[in-house]
Structure formats: structure tokens, C-alpha cells
């Protein structure tokens, strides 16, 4: 299916305009105040006649499809492919980001790819995808566009999946998420000292976001923590952070922690050493939480799937690559305990591959 052509200025949402002319952005807790002409912090929202726009509807950085684990959701219909794509810019300033090319990116010769939401929704039909993955970038600051893409797949039978930092607003959340089936979402850190000082940001949003998703929605949430040595990794900080997410978000929300690598402004720190990883683990389910993975790392137990009532392992992960499963649908099959998320009656097959495409 050939794509249409594909207007760049889209009529954004959430927007003022305020008492002294300028536009107010309201989709993330920035608040950028635009002059005519002027691009907001995320470069893709700009005041364009004095109307706000989204300069990248139906751009993208480019399409691949990789396993579900890899966004990583662990419990959405483990073993699935989804067809993952960005576009550019983002609405939060990492210093570690380790995907910079794409969200740091200021030319739109990068959005090589163009595509409606029909057409990829059709693609993923196709190809035989369980879901769509707006990742790479953060949605947020292209969410007409995210959304637009959800409402055709969900058309065509098809999951939505936001890869996310959490950061945005009141307005834009239930707007955003009303859309979406599944999410993950980052949890940088722990303070608003490590999201002001690495991330140009704050905290507070995020935590609101969590438990918006959490306590408002049916949409399916899993959460990601990226540890850096020496940065958000101190026992007393996961201690922390283990307790609000059982308090707020309960025992069964899925928690990933993963390896930083040296990027982009943050060269300075090490690798997270595999150590790291499974000291955090074990922390998290000390304070309770059942489902606890690590990842970027070659750790069989810290990947897989235990079961929470009789301890057996359920889901036998190395890498995306899924072996032994002990699930009969939502449940144990030796002790019958259910297991939260969403399972088919069988794991999918897609395995490691990562497939690169063009849809344009
Ligand atoms: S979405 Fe972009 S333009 Fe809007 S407030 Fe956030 S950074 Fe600024």
C-alpha cells in the first residue's frame, strides 16, 4: 500500500495561547512559550502562524520488527513480534541517552520513512505482528501521530505499545493513553536531584504518570530502570524506589533493570557490571514485588519468569529467546497461582531477529 501524502504540519493538541501572544505547549511539563516561529525544546512542536503544530506526522526515523521482550514487555503476549519505529526529538535532555542519534536529531533528513497510520497498520497485519511500538523516541511530543496509528491498528486487531519516559501532563495523559494497550515506561531514578542534574527534568510527572496508568487505566504497564554505577544504583535509592512502586503500584507490575553503556554526554561512567543488576533485582523482591527481570545483560534467571506462588519457572527466557513455558493462559501450570498481564495460549515464535524494513 503506497502511503498518501503526508502533511507535516499537523494541528497539534494541547496548546494556549497566552496574554502576551505566545503559545503555551501543554503536552509535557515543560510549558514551552513559543514565539512565531519558534520550535519548543523537543524541536518538533513549533509555532507555525500562531497555531501549534506537529512537524513530523506520518515521518519516521524507520520501521524494524523486533521482539515484544525488547521493548521490553515481558508479559504481552511473551514471544510476539511488533513493528517498532520514532521519529525525532524528545522532550527530555539524558546526558546517558543511549539512543541520541534519533532523539537529539535536529535534521528531518533522518525521517527517511513515510508512512499513514492505515498503511502501517496494515504492514503489521501483514507481517504478522501482535503489536505496534511507538519507541525510539518518546511518543509524547509525537502523539497526534502515535494515536492516530493506535485507532488504525486497533481497527485491523492489532496492539498499541508506548515506549515512554512518562514525562507529560494532566491534560495530555488520559487524552494519550486512552489510545494505548500497553506501555513502558522509564524510571530514570529515584530523585528530582538525578532529574534535574541527568535529565534536564523532573521527577514528580513521572511518578504521576506511574500510577495514572496504574490506578486509572486498563492499559497493560511494565516499567524499566536503566542503572548507571555510582548514579541511581545505591542500595538505599532501589530500597526507595521498591517501596513507592509497591505502595503505588502494587506487587504485580513488572519492573525491568538494565545495563547503562558509555553514550552520548556520559562517558565517564562505566558499564553497569552484571552485579549490579542482580543486586537490584533481588532488592525489589525483597520489598515484594514478584516479577523482576534484568536486561542487556546474558542472565537466564533474571530474564525468565517465576512463578510467584510455588516458584517454578514459567517463562524460560535466554536473550528474547523463549524456551520452556509452564503457563496454562493467565496461570501456573503446577499450582494454578494467576499471573498478571496478557498471555495467549501459546508463546509466539519470532525469537531474537531484529528486521529492518521500508515502508514508504
Ligand atoms: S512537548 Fe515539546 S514543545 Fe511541548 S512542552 Fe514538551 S518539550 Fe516543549
Known amino acids: 500500500m503506497v502511503a498518501p501524502v503526508i502533511q507535516s504540519n499537523y494541528p497539534a493538541r494541547w496548546w494556549q495561547i497566552l496574554p502576551d501572544g505566545r503559545l503555551e505547549c501543554r503536552a509535557c511539563p515543560r510549558l514551552c512559550k513559543l514565539q512565531a516561529g519558534q520550535r ?28 515484544i521482550e525488547k521493548k521490553p514487555l515481558n508479559h504481552f503476549f511473551p514471544g510476539t513480534s511488533v513493528l517498532s519505529f520514532g521519529t525525532a526529538g524528545c522532550n527530555l535532555g539524558c546526558r546517558f541517552c543511549q539512543n541520541w542519534d534519533i532523539s537529539k536529531a535536529r535534521e528531518f533528513d533522518r525521517l527517511a520513512d513515510q508512512a ?17 511500538a511507538f519507541t525510539y523516541n518518546d511518543p509524547v511530543i509525537f502523539a497526534e501521530y502515535a494515536m492516530d496509528v493506535a485507532d488504525a491498528c486497533r481497527e485491523a486487531g492489532i496492539a498499541a505499545v508506548a515506549v515512554t519516559a512518562g514525562y507529560m501532563t494532566e491534560e495530555s495523559r488520559p487524552d494519550f493513553y486512552r489510545h494505548m494497550d500497553a506501555a513502558n515506561v522509564d524510571l530514570k531514578g529515584f530523585t528530582e536531584e538525578f532529574y534535574h542534574r541527568n535529565c534536564y527534568g523532573e521527577l514528580e510527572p513521572v ?58 554526554k556520559m562517558l565517564d561512567k562505566p558499564r ?54 509452564q503457563l496454562k493462559r493467565n496461570c501456573c501450570a503446577n499450582c494454578g497461582f494467576e499471573i498478571a498481564g496478557h498471555f495467549a495460549a501459546e508463546h509466539g515464535h519470532w525469537g531474537n531477529r531484529r528486521l529492518p524494513l521500508h515502508l514508504g
Open 207 to 264: 511518578l504521576d504518570t506511574l500510577k495514572y496508568l496504574r490506578q486509572a487505566t486498563t492499559v497493560w504497564l511494565e516499567v524499566t530502570t536503566l542503572l548507571i554505577p555510582g548514579e541511581n544504583d545505591s542500595d538505599r535509592e532501589l530500597g526507595e524506589a521498591a517501596d513507592w512502586f509497591v505502595e503505588s503500584l502494587g506487587p504485580d507490575v513488572p519492573w525491568h533493570f538494565t545495563a547503562f553503556h558509555p553514550d552520548y
Open 116 to 132: 499513514s497510520p492505515e498503511a502501517i497498520a496494515a504492514a503489521a497485519q501483514k507481517l504478522g505482528c501482535w503489536s505496534v
Open 40 to 67: 519548543g525544546f523537543c524541536f518538533v512542536r513549533q509555532n507555525v502562524d500562531n497555531r501549534m503544530v506537529l512537524t513530523t506526522y506520518g515521518r519516521s526515523s524507520g520501521f524494524c520488527i523486533d521482539p
Open 272 to 325: 553497569t557490571p552484571p552485579a549490579t543488576l542482580t543486586r537490584a533485582r533481588g532488592i525489589a523482591r525483597m520489598r515484594g514485588l514478584r516479577y523482576v527481570y534484568t536486561g542487556n545483560v546474558h542472565d537466564p534467571d533474571g530474564s525468565s519468569t517465576w512463578c510467584p506462588g510455588c516458584g517454578r519457572r514459567l517463562i524460560e527466557r535466554d536473550g528474547y529467546e523463549l524456551g520452556d513455558w
